[in-house]
T-cell receptor
Framework: GAVVSQHPSWVICKSGTSVKIECRSL??????MFWYRQFPKQSLMLMAT?????????EQGVEKDKFLINHASLTLSTLTVTSAHPEDSSFYIC????????????FGDGTRLSIL | QKEVEQNSGPLSVPEGAIASLNCTYS??????FFWYRQYSGKSPELIMF????GDKEDGRFTAQLNKASQYVSLLIRDSQPSDSATYLC??????????FGAGTRLFVKA
């Protein structure tokens, strides 16, 4: 149980392109989903927390107009990197928690984004 | 100030030995504690969670929690080369906020 599906797993695109990443909880309802970014050999960096049906809460330093998050249902959240540039190249990972508080986060497989 | 502290390592142990990974946290109100394993280039995978003081065992893994001392540890018995990864400690203070440590790199030598 507690499977989180994330796709695409790998994206290569030209600078200026917008890229959408989907995160789905397959066998549980995820009230809250999280989006992380991780650079090589560095720690997970939380970008934003999204609750179903409400606006995402962004961490300090993360541009909300650059990283658009939508959490329209209890099983789906999307992250759109708008007008991506080479410095946005990174490993993006989503996670989801079930309704109950203090439940662990379950991670998707991540999306490796490369902007040329 | 970091809220969840881990030794970055690398921690190197021989195959078959016990690997001991430690984590301290600053918020005394923390209620839930998790250990994740992350292989290089992959996303984190939940391996243990613990809510109460004491030990919790699952196969070769044992999580230990001491709320008075504000530390949580993970023991891996009979370590295997396939256990080589970064281990992330995560602490929840209630609600949906979870703080991750920076991780400890474990290397198990064959």
């Amino acid at each position: 149980g507690a499977v989180v599906s994330q796709h695409p797993s790998w994206v290569i695109c030209k600078s200026g392109t917008s890229v959408k990443i989907e995160c789905r909880s397959l066998d549980f309802q995820a009230t809250t989903m999280f989006w992380y970014r991780q650079f090589p050999k560095q720690s997970l960096m939380l970008m934003a927390t999204s609750n179903e049906g409400s606006k995402a809460t962004y961490e300090q330093g993360v541009e909300k107009d650059k990283f658009l998050i939508n959490h329209a249902s209890l099983t789906l959240s999307t992250l759109t990197v708008t007008s991506a540039h080479p410095e946005d190249s990174s490993f993006y990972i989503c996670s989801a928690s079930a309704r109950q508080t203090d439940q662990p986060q379950h991670f998707g497989d991540g999306t490796r984004l490369s902007i040329l | 100030q970091k809220e969840v502290e881990q030794n970055s390592g690398p921690l190197s142990v021989p195959e078959g030995a016990i690997a001991s990974l430690n984590c301290t946290y600053s918020d005394r109100g923390s209620q839930s504690f998790f250990w994740y394993r992350q292989y290089s280039g992959k996303s984190p995978e939940l391996i243990m969670f613990i809510y109460s003081n004491g030990d919790k065992e699952d196969g070769r893994f044992t999580a230990q929690l001491n709320k008075a001392s504000q530390y949580v540890s993970l023991l891996i018995r009979d370590s295997q080369p396939s256990d080589s990864a970064t281990y992330l400690c995560a602490v929840s203070t209630g609600g949906f906020k979870t703080i991750f440590g920076a991780g400890t790199r474990l290397f198990v030598k064959a």
